[in-house]
Antibody, heavy 119, light 110 residues
């Protein structure tokens, strides 16, 4: 069974940092592109970043470029999102998701972890 | 403001059919596959349509997808109360080099 389990969310002050993790199991992690998607409270989905199988290609939404860094450890079947210089507008549930089909279709999602940026 | 445009809400009676539209441009829908996601309150989104019109395993054939030019449509027939959810379209935008979603459509089964 495919499982994606996020962790690392919490309350952080504006300007602070947080590192999210996503533990993958039940599939061959090394052959999939992976993504982070977020959802602000009461709002819609926003794609944040994705990364190819070996981590050599990364793409980010403009609003997080220069502040967020996505990485992966294929030996640990894990995905990460290092978030620096956090702003109130980064407050959201952050999901990791697996790219399964064309058009960056996301076939499996984790349960999400809540990040709250507030003083 | 989302890159893809969806109606905020749609509604229909049980057993009826509903369609949800998703409008984009040549840099996204016009030249990339479209996916649709169903999200129940407090839960993660679930893929219901991929590559414009294909259904993942376990998704009933009451769900269908289509694409024409820079627009896509999700159709749901034989509506059930369990279909009440928020639905999002998504694709890749080749100009932005980023994933994009619609703003979401709340489906109410009256």
């Amino acid at each position: 069974e495919v499982q994606l389990v996020e962790s690392g969310g919490g309350l952080v002050q504006p300007g602070g940092s947080l590192r999210l993790s996503c533990a993958a199991s039940g599939f061959t992690f090394t052959i999939y592109w992976m993504n982070w998607v977020r959802q602000a409270p009461g709002k819609g989905l926003e794609w944040v970043a994705n990364m190819n199988q070996d981590g050599s290609k990364k793409q980010y939404v403009d609003s997080v470029k220069g502040r967020f860094t996505m990485s992966r450890d294929n030996a640990k079947n894990s995905l990460y999102l290092q978030m620096n210089s956090l702003r109130a507008e980064d407050t959201a549930v952050y999901y990791c998701a697996r790219t399964d089909y064309g058009g960056n279709s996301l076939g499996y999602w984790g349960q999400g972890t809540l990040v709250t940026v507030s003083s | 403001q989302s890159v893809l445009t969806q109606p905020p809400s749609v509604s229909a009676a049980p057993g009826q059919k509903v369609t949800i539209s998703c409008s984009g441009s040549s840099s996204n829908i016009g030249n990339n596959y479209v996916s649709w996601y169903k999200q129940l309150p407090g839960t993660a989104p679930k893929l219901v349509i991929y590559e414009n019109n294909k259904r993942p395993s376990g998704i009933p054939d009451r769900f269908s997808g289509s694409k024409s030019g820079a627009s896509a449509t999700l159709g749901i027939t034989g509506l059930q109360t369990g279909d009440e959810a928020d639905y999002y379209c998504g694709t890749w935008d080749s100009s932005l080099s980023a994933g994009v979603f619609g703003g979401g459509t709340k489906l109410t089964v009256l």
